[in-house]
């Protein structure tokens, strides 16, 4: 059974950091693409940071420069190392795990930015 696993929420002030994990259990993680969306309170879930198979990332304007996305496929995890935060940063980050016919989505970790 496939399953993602986020932790590295929390709370924090701005201008501070955080670090999300992102597990993958059930899947062959080498070959699917990882993202990394976000839902702040009354908006729709947005797409903040991507990585590739071929390890290609992309980033949304607001957050490009401050986070950074990375994969370790020995470890079967992918990685937000989010910097420089701000209280717009403030929601529920999942995780997404994606390939041609199959996606998966982990529970989401709540992240607080305090101003």
């Known amino acids: 059974q496939v399953s993602l696993v986020e932790s590295g929420g929390g709370l924090v002030q701005a201008g501070g950091s955080l670090k999300l994990s992102c597990v993958a259990h059930?899947?062959?993680?080498?070959?699917?693409?990882m993202a990394w969306y976000r839902q702040a309170p009354g908006k729709e879930r947005e797409l903040v940071a991507s990585?590739?198979?071929?390890?290609?990332?992309k980033y949304s304007d607001s957050v490009k420069g401050r986070f950074i996305n990375i994969r370790d496929n020995v470890k079967s995890t992918a990685y937000l190392e989010m910097n420089s935060l701000k209280p717009d940063d403030t929601g529920v980050y999942y995780c997404n795990a994606e390939r041609t016919s199959s996606q998966y989505w982990g529970q989401g970790t709540q992240v607080t930015v305090s101003s």
């Open positions: 059930g899947l062959t993680f080498s070959i699917y693409n």
């Open positions: 990585i590739s198979i071929s390890r290609i990332t």
